[in-house]
């Protein structure tokens, strides 16, 4: 017999160790060692709100809103008609407001005429909500 071909129980035996091997190689490269420290803080620690700063603020923005509302209201019906679906970005100290498909170019159109008033954005369907939850 020739010592150069090995017996066909010897091949399987070192196909199943280059298999093993290989398996082995391909766990070690997927392998991930998470470095991340996953922190449980706030963001900006040194900024820290009281109850009363949020009841305030949230207050402000509610009563931002009540001015807003009742102009989308009012153009509301009959910019259904037309714009459905388009965007409504109202500034409630002149009462102006300006639609366009796109949200950020209202709002744009709304930082051109007013650059230091802040603007509330409907969406101009049957609800006015602008964003999804």
């Not at 402000?60 to 459905?84: M, V």
């Amino acid at each position: 017999m020739d010592d150069n071909l090995l017996s066909p129980e010897r091949q399987k035996r070192d196909n199943i160790d280059i298999i093993e091997y290989c398996i082995n190689k391909v766990e070690a490269m997927t392998e991930t060692n998470s470095t991340r420290i996953v922190r449980r803080e706030r963001i900006f620690p040194e900024i820290q709100w009281t109850e009363e700063q949020f009841a305030q603020w949230k207050a402000k923005q509610d009563e931002f809103y009540q001015r807003c509302q009742p102009i989308f209201e009012r153009f509301q019906p009959e910019l259904i008609k037309t714009h459905y679906n388009c965007y409504m970005a109202v500034e409630p100290e002149n009462g102006e407001f300006f639609v366009d498909k796109d949200e950020m170019t209202a709002i744009k159109m709304s930082r051109q005429k007013y650059p230091e008033c802040p603007v509330f954005v409907f969406k101009i369907n049957e609800t006015g909500i602008a964003g999804t939850i």
